[in-house]
């Protein structure tokens, strides 16, 4: 898989278009919690979770967890045209 850079403010934009519950949602998975342990400090289901989440890489255009650390890191990163990327 080939990443390419995205800008900061392209990943604010991007990260704007999440409802607050998925942008914490999605800021604890990229911290490396698993969805039972955001579950439990959110006060909410796994299940809760895991929609918030899937919703988000919709909204964000990606496709797992590595994408989504890559991106709240600081301007991130995205697959490039054409290629696979990987869930996780």
């Keep these: 898989m080939v990443l390419i850079s995205v800008p900061a403010d392209e990943s604010n934009a ?3 278009a999440l409802t607050p519950a998925e942008r914490e949602t999605v800021r ?4 490396g919690h698993t969805d039972r342990d955001i579950a ?3 006060g909410t289901t796994a299940a809760t979770v895991s929609k918030q989440i899937t919703a988000a890489y919709r909204k964000l255009g ?3 967890r590595r994408e989504l ?3 709240l890191a ?4 995205r697959p490039g045209r054409g290629e696979a990327s990987s869930h996780g």
Aim: charged share 25%.
């Design 62 to 64: 990606l496709s797992g």
């Design 14 to 16: 991007r990260l704007g």
């Design 40 to 42: 439990v400090l959110r």
């Design 69 to 71: 650390r890559a991106l």
């Design 74 to 77: 600081g301007g991130g990163e």
């Design 28 to 31: 604890l998975a990229a911290d």
